[in-house]
């Protein structure tokens, strides 16, 4: 059977990646089949239910794309699995969280992240647990400044431990926001992609927008501001504590955290997974689980988180 499949609704560089690496990595999944590349064209050669069958993928993967404006080399992994068109279909609505800087649009890419949104649609405190590169930090900063959008809340507070694996605040040159600055680089990352320069320079100049070490918050109530506490696995029984009890009224909360990437001392217990066990049953407090599936960075970080895994276990 002789067919051809033509790219016409999405870039076919998202699709078939950078010098065609992505679409030859595909067509080497289907062995049976002799497939040739030709600009934003394939042409396919072969048994009409592999033909068939590399169709089908070929329209959840533009499907993919058409939907979250992006296919990572993980995504592609699991929608080549047998539930493919299922994890396209599934969806609690639009996923588009806001539209950032230059009209991009920030979207939860995974189910877990979309449990994120819907999480706190339907709550004021979520706890968002994951590995790195899962993006829980980055959805947890795009529905604060959504809620700023839309003037739901006042204003954004960016807070974490000011905790390092062998490193100390102290020995760092500078003020105190210079200090802090490279440890919160994340979420400023983040912020740049959904708030133009300039903008994201006078609310953090006007304090609608403040980034302040956890240790700050002691004493304050938080009232109708947007909360991020970020790697609170690093944060102590006590420390967490007395952040969730800053929550005023028309506030929302997330705590970020990855309970196996913890840099406290040793004898010092993360207030992180003593939250979870005290609060798990409290009606008005979610939890996402973020895991590999959800990565989307480079393929190997799921690899490397799965491989650690296996190794704690």
Request: net charge neutral; charged share 30%.
């Amino acid at each position: 059977m002789e067919d051809s499949y033509s790219v016409k609704d999405v870039e076919p560089i998202l699709l078939f990646g950078a010098n065609n690496q992505r679409i030859k990595e595909i067509i080497n999944l289907f062995p049976k089949l002799k497939i040739v590349v030709r600009g934003d064209e394939l042409k396919i050669n072969g048994n009409e239910e592999e033909v068939n069958k590399f169709r089908n993928k070929l329209d959840i993967f533009v499907a993919h794309i058409l939907r979250y404006g992006a296919l990572t080399e993980n995504q592609l992994e699991r929608l080549m699995g047998e539930d493919g068109e299922e994890i396209v279909k599934d969806s609690s609505g639009d996923e588009t969280i806001l539209f950032g800087v230059g009209g991009k649009a920030i979207k939860a890419i995974t189910a877990n992240q979309r449990k994120m949104v819907v999480a706190m649609k339907n709550n004021d405190l979520l706890f968002a647990i994951g590995p790195a590169g899962t993006g829980k930090t980055y959805t947890a900063v795009a529905l604060a400044v959504q809620a700023l959008k839309n003037r739901q809340v006042k204003r954004i507070i960016l807070t974490r431990p000011a905790v390092e694996a062998g490193e100390n605040l102290g020995f760092l040159p500078g003020d105190l926001k210079e200090k802090l600055d490279p440890y919160m680089q994340p979420l400023y990352d983040a912020l740049r992609d959904m708030i133009p320069h300039e903008k994201l320079a006078e609310f953090i100049e006007t304090g609608i927008i403040e980034v302040a070490p956890l240790a700050f918050m002691r004493g304050r109530t938080l009232d109708k501001a947007y909360c991020i506490m970020d790697e609170a696995q690093n944060a102590t029984e006590g420390q967490l504590r007395m952040f969730l009890t800053r929550m005023g009224k028309s506030a929302k909360f997330i705590i970020t955290g990855d309970a196996t990437q913890i840099d406290l001392p040793k004898k010092q217990a993360s207030g992180l997974l003593n939250s979870i066990k005290v609060l798990e049953n409290i009606k008005g407090i979610s939890f996402v689980k973020l895991d590999g599936k959800d990565v989307i960075r480079h393929k190997l970080v799921k690899k490397i988180i799965e491989a650690y895994e296996k190794e704690d276990n």
